[in-house]
T-cell receptor
Framework: QQPVQSPQAVILREGEDAVINCSSS?????VHWYRQKHGEAPVFLMI?????EQKGHEKISASFNEKKQQSSLYLTASQLSYSGTYFC?????????????FGGGTRLMVKP | DAGVIQSPRHEVTEMGQEVTLRCKPI?????LFWYRQTMMRGLELLIY????????DSGMPEDRFSAKMPNASFSTLKIQPSEPRDSAVYFC???????????????FGPGTRLLVL
């Protein structure tokens, strides 16, 4: 079953912060975050494994609450280059291999 | 290092024709995934190979779709006959596929934009 992402879309001014949420109805082994720009392939941002850890990459970080089966992506002091569609991909705990089910995406637009 | 390579990048065909999409995974990667992306259905996993063996093809929409991986460096996705509703962007992705592949990053190719008229 597809994870649910919220919000579906968000518009920011440069320098503002945003949070994108991803929620699953199934127990998760990992959550993967990707960003896709129009006409391009999804680009890997980060992966979070079960254990409730939080990861960061420059001004983009994420958390994973295993018990709630939820992950959040935090974009701090957004830049124009952050614009794109963000997808979470979830890996279910009881599956073999690393098959991912992707959420519907969150469209982020950063304006000057 | 070369990433995942897909060909063709664009394909326009007429309904009823056979379409073959090709993918070369990152060298040394043992897992390969085919995805389809549309506005309506988002990013869907079609089939997953590990060590050239199809592990899960439950996402393949119907018998018109078939996928093969004859060796570790090449995979094809074939649609025969094609229909307008098959129009989409088809992505291939690969991951190292070690120790069952759990928790591994998947690297996407540039995709093939397919338009069936």
């Amino acid at each position: 079953q597809q994870p649910v992402q919220s919000p579906q879309a968000v518009i920011l001014r440069e320098g503002e912060d945003a949070v994108i949420n991803c929620s699953s109805s199934k127990a998760l082994y990992s959550v993967h975050w990707y960003r896709q720009k129009h006409g391009e392939a999804p680009v890997f941002l980060m992966i979070l494994l079960k254990g409730g850890e939080q990861k960061g990459h420059e001004k983009i970080s994420a958390s994973f609450n295993e018990k709630k089966q939820q992950s959040s992506l935090y974009l701090t002091a957004s830049q124009l280059s952050y614009s794109g569609t963000y997808f979470c991909g979830t890996e279910i705990s009881n599956n073999a291999g690393n098959m991912l089910t992707f959420g519907g995406g969150t469209r982020l637009m950063v304006k000057p | 290092d070369a990433g995942v390579i897909q060909s063709p990048r664009h394909e326009v065909t007429e309904m009823g024709q056979e379409v073959t999409l090709r993918c070369k995974p990152i060298s040394g990667h043992n897992s390969l995934f085919w995805y389809r992306q549309t506005m309506m259905r988002g990013l869907e996993l079609l089939i997953y190979f590990n060590n050239n063996v199809p592990i899960d093809d439950s996402g393949m929409p119907e018998d018109r779709f078939s996928a093969k991986m004859p060796n570790a460096s090449f995979s094809t996705l074939k649609i025969q006959p094609s229909e307008p509703r098959d129009s989409a962007v088809y992505f291939c992705a690969s991951s190292p596929g070690l120790a069952g592949g759990r928790g591994e990053t998947q690297y996407f190719g540039p995709g093939t934009r397919l338009l069936v008229l």
